[in-house]
């Protein structure tokens, strides 16, 4: 190991498991409990579900898509079939319905299901990872006799005041009260400590490393949208002229650049003078944000440098891909010198505050938890959204004879098939075993891609569409450190970091349930949020880049994104007396390679957020969630859209397909 390597802690202890191209080193961990090890060891086998202790959300090193979840499907991408029966074992096993997924949708199907079917429906659901929740999932770590919750994927319940009447009847059947958003999130902690938003600049992009902290005393405006990373001052709905441009005084960036980007945020400049507003939208919708910058703005590298990553980890991509006319709906600056606040204000997607999201310590688990509980009451005690978060969950019980719902993880479906009218048989591999079901109903509610790969008899014309479906990658990461002192002493709890591998950072968010507290005093252990979104390929096609990110994130080593973490982390906060070495003590690093669902033009190469002004041409998902004899068709894929609320939906329409066809 080199000196540098040293310095930051690469030698220290902390629990990971590094697997590359499939080999894996573990490493122990005396500072962290590991009630699971023996699990760990068993995960390939068959009943590694059934083993004692099995609980997959306190595993920490490479998590999300896990070693061990993809690597089948990638065969059946790649032409692997299990078509003949010979190859499979008849489990002689017959269910009302089999679900393929066990992310939010999977889960929402059976439970759809089984309120119209009624409570001794039988129902299986299989997914591919060791745990249920899909995105939605939850990472915990043991320390100095404390258990800290994190996300591991899905945030939190986004603006619940406008869900759909499904997803929303769900989630209040659940005892999950949106109301309550405001009480479980302590806005006023970071505050209290004068804790702000700022931005990272690198040495590498911007010439030196600098963490410029926003103005104390600047809280977001009403309207912020959410993911806090950045100084509230370049938030939309401050425009504090003043503030902006003292921060701006305390970059390293040029006078230019500064003036440029002041002139954005608090100019009069019509950049589009001459178009009308009609003109000006169908212009930044064909365009991206890096594309406004460079060709319409005429700004700067630094300029576009600034502003590449602005908002990525929500977006799910740099704004060198985002239309210029979403970005500016997420407050990229622009639309009030174009004359386009009003417009935006009134059409589409509404920026709406973030105290009306809900969170949960680990994100949307929560409402996968307690789905699974109302499915299988003997997983877990509890019945409240405050109890959810403790609640012990014995996977043992998630497929037992006696239940009629059973969860069968670390199952890969790989083939699905009517055997005649009303019967539909799924063949799936645990472990060393292909084993094969039969039920009356199937509701696939796995990725799309994949879905011609599992089940050939689809029409050619669906299998296309569903084929053509992307997904954005994204890395999500939790590091837990000993204490929180250095952003104390730095006055940030965030900070957006445009060069960096990694592009935000924040603190964990501030909650307070009834059975679990997130940290408030700086000498608690901590967990850190950080995020990277791969996106190499620079001229190519978003799809394409996608799927180099995909490939770049599954490439990458846990001692890679280890390294970049120590790296970044240590010089970020080193003002603030943070080291590395000394201070980290658990990472856990959530891939997602078939992370966020988007509407993708194949023409324009074009993505849509809201596809309200796409023609059904365009909306190849319509095409792909099609019926297909007693084979429905869910996940956030069937409305191209990365949102718990679609994932509901789509549920909903899927089994109500079925339900109806009975
Ligand atoms: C990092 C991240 C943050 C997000 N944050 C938010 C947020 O704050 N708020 C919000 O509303 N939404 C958020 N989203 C989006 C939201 O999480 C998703 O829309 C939703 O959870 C998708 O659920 P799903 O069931 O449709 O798909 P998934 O969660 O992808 O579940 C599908 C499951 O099927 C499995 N599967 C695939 N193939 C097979 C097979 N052949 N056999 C068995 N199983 C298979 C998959 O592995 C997966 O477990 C976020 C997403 C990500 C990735």
């Not at 100095?144 to 406008?162: H, K, Q």
Request: a negative charge; aromatic letters at 10%; one cysteine or more.
């Amino acid at each position: 190991m080199n000196k540098r390597d040293r310095k930051l802690g690469m030698d220290r202890d902390i629990t990971r498991r590094d697997f590359l191209n499939g080999a894996s080193l573990a490493v122990t961990a005396p500072l962290l409990s590991s009630p699971v090890a023996a699990a760990l060891e068993d995960s390939a086998n068959s009943t590694a579900q059934m083993a004692r202790g099995y609980y997959p959300p306190a595993r920490d090193g490479l998590r999300g898509s896990h070693p061990g979840s993809f690597e089948l499907a990638h065969l059946m991408r790649d032409g692997k079939r299990w078509d003949d029966p010979s190859d499979s074992e008849d489990t002689g096993e017959m269910y009302d319905l089999v679900v393929v997924g066990g992310g939010i949708s999977g889960l929402a199907a059976a439970y759809f299901y089984q309120k119209e079917a009624g409570p001794d429906a039988r129902i299986l659901i299989v997914d591919n990872h060791d745990d249920f929740g899909g995105h939605a999932k939850r990472n915990e770590f043991e320390y100095n006799g404390r258990t800290l919750v994190d996300l591991g994927g899905t945030e939190y319940i986004e603006n619940p005041d406008e869900y759909p009447s499904h997803a929303r009847a769900l989630i209040a059947d659940l005892g999950i009260d949106a109301d309550q958003s405001d009480q479980v999130y302590d806005f006023d902690l970071y505050p209290s400590l004068n804790l702000r938003g700022g931005v990272f600049f690198d040495a590498e992009t911007f010439g030196e490393d600098k963490l410029v902290a926003g103005r104390a005393g600047m809280v977001p405006g009403d309207k912020q949208t959410a993911y806090i990373t950045l100084p509230a001052e370049l938030e939309n709905g401050t425009g504090d002229t003043d503030a902006i441009r003292e921060f701006l005084n305390r970059t390293p960036l040029s006078d230019r650049a500064r003036q440029e980007i002041f002139e954005l945020f608090c100019g009069d400049t019509d950049y589009l003078a001459g178009y009308s507003i009609e003109q000006k939208i169908i212009k930044l919708r064909s365009i991206s944000y890096i594309d406004f910058l460079t060709d319409i703005v005429g700004a700067s590298r630094e300029t576009v440098d600034f502003f590449l990553m602005w908002r990525a980890s929500y977006m799910g991509n740099g704004t060198d891909l985002t239309p210029a006319f979403s970005a500016m709906r997420y407050g990229l600056p622009g639309a009030a010198s174009l004359g386009l606040t009003e417009t935006l204000r009134s059409s589409g997607y509404q920026p709406h505050s973030y105290k009306e999201d809900l969170h949960f310590p680990d994100g949307n688990a929560s409402v996968a938890r307690a789905l699974v509980r109302r499915l299988i009451p003997g997983v877990a005690p509890g019945n409240s959204m405050h109890d959810i978060i403790s609640a012990k969950f014995d996977y043992s019980k998630l497929d037992q004879d006696a239940s009629p719902v059973k969860i069968r993880l670390n199952s890969t479906a790989v083939h699905v098939t009517h055997v005649d009218e009303s019967t539909v048989e799924v063949t799936y591999v645990e472990g060393e075993s292909a084993l094969r079901v039969r039920a009356r109903n199937c509701v696939l509610a796995c990725y799309h891609a994949i879905m011609p790969h599992i089940c050939p008899e689809l029409p050619e014309q669906q299998k296309d569409a569903l084929a053509k479906t992307i997904r954005m990658p994204l890395v999500s990461i939790n590091v837990l450190i000993d204490n929180w002192k250095a952003f104390e002493k730095l006055g940030i709890f965030s900070a957006y970091c445009p060069g960096s591998y990694y592009c935000d950072m924040r603190l964990t968010y501030p909650l307070q349930f009834r059975d679990y507290q997130s940290p408030r005093t700086t000498d608690e252990p901590m967990t850190v949020h950080l995020y990277r979104i791969p996106l190499p390929g620079g001229d190519v096609h978003a799809a394409e880049r996608f799927r180099l990110g995909r490939h770049e994130l599954l490439a990458t080593s846990f001692e890679t994104f280890e390294r970049n973490i120590r790296d970044q982390m240590g010089r970020m906060l080193a003002e603030g007396g943070f080291d590395s070495a000394r201070d980290i003590k658990a990472i856990t690093v959530n891939r997602w390679p078939h992370g966020y669902a988007v509407g993708y033009d194949w023409q324009s190469g074009q993505m849509n957020y809201w596809s309200e002004d796409w023609s059904d041409d365009q909306r190849l998902w319509l095409k792909g969630r099609q019926r297909f004899g007693r084979i429905a068709i869910a996940n956030s894929d069937a409305q191209a859209s990365a949102m718990t609320e679609s994932a509901i939906e789509q549920a909903h329409r899927a089994t109500q397909e079925i339900l109806n066809e009975s």
